[in-house]
Antibody
């Protein structure tokens, strides 16, 4: 069974940093591109970042302006999102999702709240 | 950026009736269109990909159609568990996938 479990969310002050993790199981992790998608409270879904299976291709939403860094450790079956210079508008549930096109599997999400 | 527009924003339908949800792309996305269902406090669940292919385990009452810029999700006979928010997503421009703003399907 495919499982994706996010962790690392929490309350952080504006300008602070946070590192999210996504633990994957039930499939050959290195064979799949992985993604981060976020959802602000009461809002729709927004793609954040994607990384190919061997980390050769990395992409970010233009709106992030270089503040976030995606990475993965295939030996640990884990996906990461390092978030720096956090702003109030980054407040959202962050989901990891599997897929190099549509997203066939999603984690349950981790809430990031940016507030003073 | 490909802008996805869903209509209506809210759809009120009685159980057992048919629901038709629409999604329009600002430019052609071929058949690279997916639909997701999201219930409160849950992650989205993939329903349809390739505009018309049901994902594993999705009941036959869910069907998708369309290509290019106009797409439709039809739920043939609504069950209580189908009341949720539905999102369309284009992946023709992967990885820069974009979602519609969602249609809330509520009980009439």
């Amino acid at each position: 069974e495919v499982q994706l479990v996010e962790s690392g969310g929490g309350l952080v002050k504006p300008g602070g940093s946070l590192r999210l993790s996504c633990a994957a199981s039930g499939f050959t992790f290195s064979s799949y591109s992985m993604n981060w998608v976020r959802q602000a409270p009461g809002k729709g879904l927004e793609w954040v970042s994607s990384i190919s299976g061997i980390s050769s291709d990395i992409y970010y939403a233009d709106s992030l302006k270089g503040r976030f860094t995606i990475s993965r450790d295939n030996a640990k079956n884990s996906l990461y999102l390092q978030m720096n210079s956090l702003r109030a508008e980054d407040t959202a549930v962050y989901y990891c999702a599997r897929g190099g096109s549509y997203y066939g599997y999603w984690g349950q999400g981790t809430l990031v709240t940016v507030s003073s | 950026e490909v802008v996805m527009t869903q209509s209506p924003a809210t759809l009120s339908v009685s159980p057992g009736e048919r629901a038709t949800l629409s999604c329009r792309a600002s430019q052609t996305v071929s058949s690279n269109l997916a639909w997701y269902q999201q219930k409160p406090a849950q992650a989205p669940r993939l329903l349809i990909y390739g505009a018309s292919t049901r994902a594993t385990g999705i009941p036959a009452r869910f069907s998708g159609s369309g290509s290019g810029t106009e797409f439709t999700l039809t739920i043939s006979s609504l069950q209580s568990e189908d009341f949720a928010v539905y999102y369309c997503q284009q992946y023709n421009n992967w990885p820069r996938n974009t979602f519609g703003q969602g249609t809330k399907l509520e009980i009439k």
